[in-house]
């Protein structure tokens, strides 16, 4: 991903999902202080996931599909006000899927490997 996203300071919404887009997510995207709307998702990004503690008015992220290393960070689990939606990567593609983001903090799960996902309604996964 380019660095010089950033330049695009007013910038509320990056959907940039399905671009094949690779390598890591630059620290500068934190930036975008603006941004509501982050989806990266169904690209071949990789590596550890940042925390983008200054972007306070994000509502959803899409992280799913990628190749990310690690677990959503702990920042945006417990940020105020809660995202509406945070879509990660599971780790088991089950009806109870073990998670690389608590359930206390997601809202969807995406299996990469089978394409299924799975939505967190009142603390149950249930398949989409």
Same mark, same amino acid.
């Given at each position: 991903m380019p660095e010089e996203l950033s330049f695009f300071s007013s910038l509320a919404v990056l959907d940039l999902a399905s671009n094949q887009l690779n390598g890591t997510i630059p620290e500068e995207l934190?930036?975008? %202080?603006?941004?509501?709307?982050?989806?990266?998702?169904? %690209?071949?990004l990789g590596g550890p996931l940042p925390f983008f503690s200054n972007l306070n008015r994000l509502v959803e992220v899409e992280f799913n599909g990628n190749a990310f290393s690690g677990s959503i960070p702990a920042g945006l689990c417990s940020r105020s006000p809660r995202l509406d939606i945070l879509a990660a990567d599971c780790v088991q593609g089950t009806t109870n899927p073990s998670v690389e983001c608590p359930k206390e903090?997601?809202?969807?799960?995406?299996?990469?490997?089978?394409?299924?996902c799975f939505q967190l309604q009142n603390g149950t996964w249930f398949g989409t």
């Open positions: 934190g930036k975008m %202080n603006r941004l509501e709307v982050i989806n990266l998702a169904d %690209n071949l903090c997601c809202t969807k799960c995406c299996n990469s490997d089978t394409g299924e």
